[in-house]
């Protein structure tokens, strides 16, 4: 399995350019491709943005399943105290 990163990019120069460079864009790229050095819209040139990964919530309905089955998830309040969530 080859992993695809979304690479986000914005216009080098904000008078130049398109309304969707200027706005910045997101591209799905392989991790050894190079930036792209302009916008596939316009021709004009662009800059790779560093961005924060998505490490929020699981989307797979762990929470779910592991309540189906039986599970109970604890949320610690203190030191020996927790709270039962489900």
């Known amino acids: ?29 392989a991790i050894a491709a190079p930036a792209r050095q302009k916008c ?3 021709g004009a040139p662009v800059a790779r943005q560093i961005s924060a990964p998505n490490l929020g919530g699981s989307r797979s309905g762990l929470d779910d399943r592991a309540k189906r089955a ?14 039962r969530q489900y």
């Open 1 to 29: 399995m080859i992993d695809m990163p979304i690479r986000e990019y914005i216009a080098s120069d904000a008078a130049a350019g398109c309304d969707r460079c200027r706005a910045g864009f997101e591209q799905l790229e």
């Open 40 to 42: 596939p819209h316009c």
């Open 70 to 83: 039986g599970f109970h998830k604890l949320k610690k309040l203190g030191r020996g105290e927790y709270e």
